[in-house]
């Protein structure tokens, strides 16, 4: 290869091939069905909970949705549907028996579904005789369970849809079928080429390094670097292209990895504080919208109709400080050590949008929590709703683990010192 400086080049191209296709044709593990009977001999459940319904997915026995209404001095009024029971005894399906007798004959294409973007394969398991549907002649209502591997899951219910009247689509994800591997997620790969400098020509072309060099003076006004600093940068940022990095390394620069800096994870904190920097969440019908001293937001958009959006709760720094003369807005972590340190805070939000059930204004109390994540940015939102339009509103990230020891007695945060 030669650069039009007429710098020359040996570079050399990857193979695209990731081998997983070997992988696959000398697979003799256990069939999927097996891989998930753990589960359904377990009794465990799953559950989901949404602005107004629960889920409840109590494997290979039944799919269940309610609603529970709590008046005071009365009992408990469930309304519940159920969307799907055990329809099939034995343990394996057809298309397991066939893969477990012929693993390299058995070319049944496996179920794929689009999951944020990515085409996902996944493992049905269909369950009917649910709760008669009032709607299609009182046919029984029927569901299609699919398993889907994730490595960190703990069984949880990602999405319930209703794809046609009174028939529904549950995704779960478990770390039980990552063992078998034409269920693990194929990432698109990142494929390197490596390129050596011949005889009469430097080590990186000029364009290159000018290229680096404007990189560089972009970053300046961000980020003071002392000069030892950049020394050891720059050593790295060559490195690291030669060589494979250990995860967890402490390396600043990683082929493919973009690392914010604290100045810019500063003005984060300082627009999350200032409300400009709102968190979006949540899946399935309701998204959530967390703009921190200003409001909660619950809103579903559709192509037709638009956007409905419901306002769940408004900041009152009045109102939250005489709540947490009541409730605890700090909580705290023992640490190994002895000391304390703020695990979550909570705030009130309240002033929300009339509800019908109760004619009173929703309100919603806010808990902020550290989570860490290889992601700086990460956010994970859910809302729970424990009595009729009064919610819990979890909000969890590592940009909290940033300011959640500046909480002061009513649990305010401010901008690290």
């Known amino acids: 290869m030669t650069t039009v400086d007429k710098e020359k080049y040996k570079c050399i191209l990857p193979l695209i091939s990731s081998g997983n296709e070997e992988e696959e044709k000398d697979y003799k593990g256990p069939t999927p069905r097996e891989l998930l009977e753990p589960l359904f001999k377990q009794s465990s459940c799953s559950y989901r909970i949404e602005s107004y319904w629960t889920y409840e997915v109590c494997h290979g026995k039944h799919i269940r949705q309610y609603h529970e209404e709590k008046e005071t001095g009365q009992k408990i009024n469930i309304q519940e549907y159920y969307l799907g029971n055990t329809m099939i005894k034995n343990s394996l399906s057809e298309a397991d028996q066939e893969e477990k007798e012929n693993p390299k ?31 299609r002649q009182n046919l029984p209502r029927s569901s299609t369970v699919m398993y889907i591997c994730h490595p960190e899951a703990k069984h949880e219910i990602l999405s319930v849809a209703e794809v046609t009247t009174c028939e529904y689509e549950v995704v779960i994800l478990t770390p039980l079928l990552c063992n078998h591997p034409k269920y693990r997620f194929r990432a698109s790969p990142v494929n390197d080429i490596f390129c050596q400098s011949l005889p009469g020509s430097p080590l990186k072309p000029h364009n290159l390094e000018q290229l680096e060099k404007q990189q560089e003076m972009m970053k300046m006004p961000f980020r003071r670097v002392k000069e030892e600093e950049m020394h050891s940068t720059k050593e790295e940022k060559f490195s690291s292209i030669h060589k494979p990095v250990a995860v967890g390394s402490h390396q600043l620069l990683t082929v493919g990895t973009t690392h914010i800096s604290k100045l810019t994870d500063d003005q984060l904190i300082k627009e999350f504080l200032s409300g400009s920097y709102c968190f979006h969440g949540g899946v399935g019908w309701w998204k959530y919208e967390f703009c921190y001293g200003k409001y909660v937001h619950q809103y579903h958009e559709d192509k037709e109709s638009g956007k409905t959006s419901v306002v769940v709760g408004t900041w009152s720094k009045e109102e939250h400080i005489e709540w947490s003369r009541k409730n605890a807005a700090r909580t705290y972590y023992l640490r190994e050590d002895g000391t304390q340190t703020v695990r979550m805070v909570s705030h009130f939000y309240g002033n929300g949008d009339v509800c019908d059930l109760t004619d009173k204004p929703r309100q919603v109390t806010v808990k902020l929590k550290c989570k860490e994540s290889d992601s700086p940015h990460a956010v994970t939102i859910y809302m729970l709703e424990p009595h009729s339009c009064q919610y819990i509103l979890g909000v969890e990230s590592p940009v909290i683990c940033k300011i959640l020891d500046t909480a002061d007695e009513y649990g305010l945060l401010s901008v690290p010192s």
């Open 105 to 135: 004959e058995s070319a049944k294409e496996i179920p794929t579904k689009n999951i944020e973007g990515q085409m996902t394969p996944y493992y049905p398991v269909e369950m009917g005789n649910g709760t008669p549907c009032s709607l």
